[in-house]
């Protein structure tokens, strides 16, 4: 079975800094993507930016960015220049391949705050 | 092109009774699954429905039940309500081969 950790509950910086989420899974699959969501209070989940495994190149979207480390498991989610619109709770999710990619497996949540 | 649609958006029900949830996938996607999320348990996964046939199946009990019309649509359906049912139940639609699935904005069931 796979599983998502996201370690750190909540989390808050100030306009304009760079944050980083932290995300782990676990996993026997060698086929997979990883997505991080984001989720404001209008409840609305909202895609952040999507990783292949078989891609070496960590994906990057405008401000945001991860880190994909594959052998260590890791998936971090990097957001500069932060703005009081990315205050919400952010999902590390998992899915395996495309048989089951529409069952997405999701981690505890980080809630982030960003501060004017 | 219009996104997904829950309906109801607030729901409130008595222990004992059913209710059944709506989704209507964005145009041309022909995948559609269920995820429950509580602040105890986080998001869940209920079930996924491709072409009317229910292709994955989460862990639930048989109380939770849903099935998908010709057009995509979903409806969601859980009976004999219990308390603990009580969360957000979302619905994602995706496309054949993608991975990517866009979610509604959810439907908030209350069971009194």
């Known amino acids: 079975a796979q599983t998502v950790t996201q370690s750190q509950p909540e989390m808050s910086v100030q306009e304009a800094e760079t944050v980083t989420l932290s995300c782990t899974y676990d996993t026997s699959e060698s086929n997979y993507y990883l997505f991080w969501y984001k989720q404001p209070p209008s409840r609305q989940m909202i895609l952040v930016i999507r990783?292949?495994?078989?891609?070496?190149q960590n994906a990057t979207e405008n401000r945001f960015s991860v880190n994909f480390q594959k052998a260590a498991k890791s998936f971090s989610l990097k957001i500069s220049d932060s703005q009081l619109g990315d205050t919400a709770m952010y999902f590390c999710?998992?899915?395996?391949?495309?048989?089951?990619?529409?069952?997405?497996?999701f981690g505890q949540g980080t809630r982030l705050t960003i501060n004017p | 092109k219009a996104g997904v649609t829950q309906t109801p958006r607030y729901l409130i029900k008595t222990r004992g009774q059913q209710v059944t949830l709506s989704c209507s996938p964005i145009?041309?996607?022909?995948?559609v699954s269920w995820y429950q999320q509580t602040p105890g348990q986080g998001l869940q996964f209920l079930f996924e429905?491709?072409?009317?046939?229910?292709?994955n199946k989460g862990n639930f009990p048989g109380r939770f039940s849903g099935r998908q019309f010709s057009n995509s649509r979903s409806e969601m359906n859980v009976s004999t309500l219990e308390l603990g049912d009580s969360a957000l139940y979302l619905c994602?639609?995706?496309?054949?081969?993608?991975?990517?699935?866009?979610f509604g904005a959810g439907t908030r069931l209350s069971v009194l």
């Open positions: 990783q292949e495994a078989y891609k070496q």
């Open positions: 999710a998992f899915c395996a391949g495309i048989q089951g990619a529409q069952k997405l497996v």
């Open positions: 994602a639609s995706s496309a054949r081969q993608e991975s990517i699935q866009y």
């Open positions: 429905y491709f072409s009317e046939t229910q292709r």
């Open positions: 145009s041309g996607h022909r995948s």
